[in-house]
Each structure stands twice: as structure tokens, then as C-alpha cells.
């Protein structure tokens, strides 16, 4: 199972590049010296891109930035004040900003171009605690049952194989799209995937997905591209076509709770936790870095099980009691 990329132009952050050539340089920087994605990359590069918005308001999309260099520990606070107030971003998001002006001002000090890091001692807002939404298996079972009209053969089983390797997998959506044909061996039902920070790892499948995967092949069009799942292009299915796919399902599924590809790799790991895997190979199936990361899924558990009781308990059902 051979690995490949295309490569991308620029400092490699897809097809967007910005116009100040210090955000350019530290999206280079972040995709080839820290190994990050494309889209990690973009995203950084965009959030140190509304910090230089929010000091020169009304900046041309197409001019550097002036005041960036300039930029003191105290801008750096009401640029958090004013994300945290009315414009109400989330503690996860502004947390994001937050390390993206640390990375990026990082960078400057090491240049040479400032003595200082102004975003280094600004505090992150803490991340409200939350379990992970999951679906029980029924309600998967019942995504995985929907089937979509109004589709040739081709994109209906190309579709049907998403769903179901996203559910056998747990991958992330950015994970799927980015699979080559060359990673894929449906016989042993593994597969290479490319996780964060471009570390790869092996990941099973069931023969649910196998079978699915197969059928697609058998209708794939002809293409030079080495994507495993095609748009109607015949390119590699960027990120935001992989969305419209599974929201089309979970649309037409009938759920009535908000569902997710990455709510879908959340009951995977659910799943696999309550029929018996134990949390170190749950732990390398999702690529996570530290295990307290993967310990979520017991408390997850615990609450399925807890809801799973009462619903099935009599005593507090008993009108007489």
C-alpha cells in the first residue's frame, strides 16, 4: 500500500494563499517543518489573519498587515475580549486562535524579527467539559439502512461505502477524503490512513465496508487521479463534498438528532468499547496521542448504559410502588 500526495502550490496550505507574506511564510513553515495538514495549516494562517483584521479594521484583503509586527500583549487580550464577547465563538475555537498567534509569533522570535512572544502569556479560556455525542447502535444501523434517490450506480455505491467505512473505520472525514487507492486491501479489510500531523497508521474494516468498498470499485471511473472516492469530476472528494454526502443520509434517515461524521467516528469508538475492545486498541484505531484522550469513551459508555437501565428497569415504571 504505497503512499502519495499531490502536491500543493505556494506554502502548501491547498489553493489559499494570503496576500501578507509573514502569514504566507508561517503556513509554509507550519506544513513543512511541523509536519501539520494543509487544512491545519489554512486554518492558522486564517486566524492569524483575523487577529491583523481586528488591529487594522477595514484592511485590504490584498495588502499586508502593518500592525502585526507590532503587536503587543495587551492587543493580543482584547482581541480575545472581543471573540469571547458578542460575537460569542466558541472556548474550543478561541483556544485555536489563541495557539495559532503563539505558532505564528513563535515563528517571529525566531527569525529574529521581534524579542517577544505577545500571545505566550495570554491564558486560554477553559473548554467546557462534554461528553461526546454518540448514536446507539440502532440509530447507526438505521443511517446505514438509508438509501438515497435519484443517484446512478456509480455515486449510490460510492456512497454507501463512505458511510459504511466511516462507521467500520472511525476515521475522520479529512482522513477519508485523503485515502489513495493504493491504501486500501479489502481482502485483510485494513487499510493505511494519513492522520494529523501526516502520521499514518493501520486501520481495520469490517466486511460490511469490504463488500461496499468493492461494489464501488467495481463502477469507480476511469481517472488519473489516485483518490479512492471520486467527485462527479473525477478528482479526489474534497472535504466539504464528503459533508453534503452524509448530511444527505442523516436527512433522509429520519433521526431526529443532530448527527455528524465525527459524531459517527464518536459511536464507533462507543461501540467497539461496550462489545469488548479494550481502550489501548481503541486508542490506536483513532490515531489519538495521549490515552486520556480515548478514556472519554468509558464515560460515554457508562451514560449508555446508565439510559440503557432505566429505560429497561420496571421498578420506577410501577404506578403501585
Known amino acids: 500500500m504505497a503512499r502519495g500526495r499531490s502536491g500543493v502550490g505556494g506554502v502548501g496550505i491547498s489553493s489559499y494563499m494570503p496576500a501578507d507574506p509573514s502569514i504566507a511564510e508561517f503556513g509554509g513553515y507550519l506544513r513543512l517543518e ?17 487577529f491583523g483584521e481586528f488591529l487594522e479594521p477595514g484592511h485590504p484583503k490584498t495588502a499586508a ?14 482581541f480575545v475580549m472581543e471573540l469571547m464577547g458578542p460575537r460569542k465563538y466558541t472556548a474550543t475555537s478561541v483556544r485555536r486562535k489563541i495557539a495559532a498567534l503563539r505558532s505564528y509569533y513563535s515563528l517571529q522570535k525566531r527569525e529574529g524579527r521581534r524579542p517577544d512572544n505577545p500571545a505566550q502569556d495570554v491564558p486560554p ?30 455515486l449510490r455505491l460510492r456512497n454507501a461505502a463512505i458511510m459504511e467505512l466511516l462507521y467500520a473505520s ?4 479529512a482522513e477519508l477524503v485523503g485515502l489513495n487507492l493504493a ?21 481495520f474494516m469490517n466486511e460490511a465496508a469490504a463488500t461496499a468498498i468493492r461494489a464501488y470499485l467495481g463502477v469507480r471511473p476511469r481517472s488519473n487521479d489516485e483518490a479512492l472516492f471520486l467527485s462527479n469530476r473525477k478528482t479526489r472528494l474534497s472535504h466539504r463534498q464528503a459533508w453534503v454526502i452524509f448530511r444527505e443520509f442523516a436527512q433522509l434517515s429520519g433521526l431526529t438528532k443532530h448527527v455528524t461524521p465525527h459524531v459517527m467516528r464518536h459511536s464507533f469508538a462507543t ?3 461496550e462489545n469488548g ?37 420496571p421498578r420506577d415504571k410501577d404506578e403501585n410502588r
Open 277 to 313: 475492545a479494550d481502550i489501548m486498541t481503541i486508542k490506536e484505531l483513532l490515531g489519538h496521542e495521549s490515552l486520556s484522550t480515548t478514556q472519554i469513551y468509558t464515560n460515554v459508555s457508562l451514560e449508555h448504559m446508565r439510559r440503557s437501565y432505566e429505560d429497561a428497569h
Open 271 to 273: 461501540h467497539l468499547l
Open 183 to 203: 491504501d486500501i486491501d479489502t481482502e485483510r479489510r485494513m487499510m493505511r490512513v494519513l492522520g494529523k500531523g501526516n502520521k499514518q497508521r493501520m486501520v
Open 65 to 78: 498587515f502593518l500592525k502585526l509586527a507590532d503587536a503587543t500583549t495587551s492587543d493580543v487580550r482584547r
Open 170 to 173: 472511525g476515521i475522520r472525514r
Open 125 to 154: 479560556p477553559k473548554a467546557a467539559k462534554r461528553l461526546p455525542q454518540v448514536m446507539s447502535e440502532a440509530e447507526v444501523g438505521k443511517l446505514l439502512r438509508t438509501r438515497v434517490a435519484g443517484k446512478d450506480d456509480g
Open 34 to 50: 511541523r509536519g501539520q495538514s494543509a487544512r491545519t495549516a489554512e486554518e492558522y494562517a486564517r486566524d492569524v489573519e483575523a
